[in-house]
């Protein structure tokens, strides 16, 4: 037999050249791999992990809250708890357990408070206007049931004085609100901007009343009504400032536009009148307060430019 030539393939193995090019093709290949030593662990960010872990796994406890505040509340809300637990509840902010996570906080009785006590606002405004249009009854009840109508409560009653948190600018802006309440004796429409913790807190501690009366409506719309003094009616629902400025230009024929001009840390909101500057206000932590205010201030200068005659003065010399 005559001797064939061999090929030497990179699987190392001695193929004659009369093998096909498809077994060719298909033969496998020697594949080298080399160990690779792992990374050594840090042992200081393991450590960090598993402590975080533990935190998040681990709810933190709060001592348990005073009697004499409890007693206090109650005596507010003119109601003796069956389960006074649940006033712990309505009064702990998730930051009192910094930097820990905490086991409960007000959210779940502040979600059924802020339901039951919608319903009753809506209700009330309902029965007491029968003519009146739902715009109109919208407003109503919006008015009364609103993050700053219920922060006023919450400091008329001295509420936010048993709340248990660890919100390092929460007791500034308080003082704040409590300042700024003297110019709007029932409501500001829009211009002022109360800590949201203030209205939580109502609604959590009627949410507390509602479940621990088993569900017993008309207990927890007594106390809001006591509370809530002065229901705000009809005849003192002010104009929201920017609904009231667009409906006076309308009336007046007169192009209005709000101009945004953001900076670092404060947005300031220029309010045009065909082109020229009427009002403006500068407010960093939210737009929407900015442009009321900035609405606020054109409202007011355009009235007195009507009392006085001096619109279509204003209009043309201020260039």
Same mark, same amino acid.
């Not at 004499?68 to 109650?74: C, N, T, V």
């Not at 430019?305 to 279509?312: A, C, D, I, P």
């Given at each position: 037999? $005559?001797?064939? @030539? &061999?090929?030497?393939?990179? *699987?190392?193995?001695?193929?004659? /050249?009369?093998?096909?090019f498809?077994?060719? #093709? ?21 450590q ?14 709060l ?28 009064m702990?902010?998730?930051? $009192?357990?910094? @930097? &820990?996570?905490?086991?409960? *906080?007000?959210?779940?009785l502040? /979600? ?6 919608? #319903? ?11 003519n ?6 919208t ?6 049931v609103d ?35 003297d ?55 002010g ?12 009336k ?18 220029d ?15 939210k ?5 009321n ?27």
């Amino acid at each position: 037999m $005559a001797n064939r @030539p &061999l090929r030497i393939c990179s *699987s190392l193995s001695i193929i004659p /050249f009369s093998t096909p090019f498809s077994t060719l #093709f298909y033969t496998p290949l020697l594949r080298f791999t080399f160990p690779i030593a792992p990374p050594k662990p840090d042992i200081g960010a393991v450590q960090e992990v598993k402590e975080t872990e533990q935190k998040e796994q681990v709810p933190a406890k709060l001592p348990p809250m005073e009697e004499a505040h409890i007693d206090a509340l109650e005596e507010i809300l003119g109601h003796k708890f069956s389960d006074r637990y649940l006033v712990e509840e309505a009064m702990t902010h998730g930051s $009192a357990y910094y @930097p &820990l996570k905490g086991e409960m *906080s007000y959210e779940r009785l502040e /979600f059924m408070g802020d339901a039951v006590l919608t #319903f009753g606002v809506a209700s009330e405004v309902f029965f007491t206007y029968p003519n009146l249009a739902p715009g109109p009854m919208t407003r109503l009840r919006a008015a009364n049931v609103d993050k700053e109508k219920l922060a006023r409560i919450a400091v008329a009653h001295g509420l936010h004085r048993y709340l248990r948190h660890k919100a390092p600018q929460l007791e500034s802006q308080i003082n704040q609100f409590v300042d700024d309440l003297d110019n709007y004796p029932i409501h500001s429409n829009g211009l002022l901007d109360p800590p949201k913790v203030l209205a939580d807190i109502v609604e959590s501690l009627l949410g507390a009343v509602y479940v621990d009366t088993n569900k017993c409506y008309e207990t927890v719309w007594k106390i809001f009504m006591r509370l809530s003094r002065p229901f705000i009616t009809i005849e003192t629902l002010g104009k929201h400032p920017v609904t009231e400025l667009h409906e006076l230009c309308q009336k007046l024929h007169n192009e209005l536009k709000f101009n945004d001009k953001k900076w670092a840390e404060n947005l300031t909101v220029d309010v045009l009148l065909n082109g020229k500057v009427i009002g403006s206000a500068t407010y960093g932590p939210k737009k929407d307060i900015c442009h009321n205010r900035a609405a606020k201030v054109a409202l007011d200068r355009l009235k007195e430019l009507l009392s006085n005659g001096e619109l279509e003065t204003f209009l043309k010399d201020n260039t």
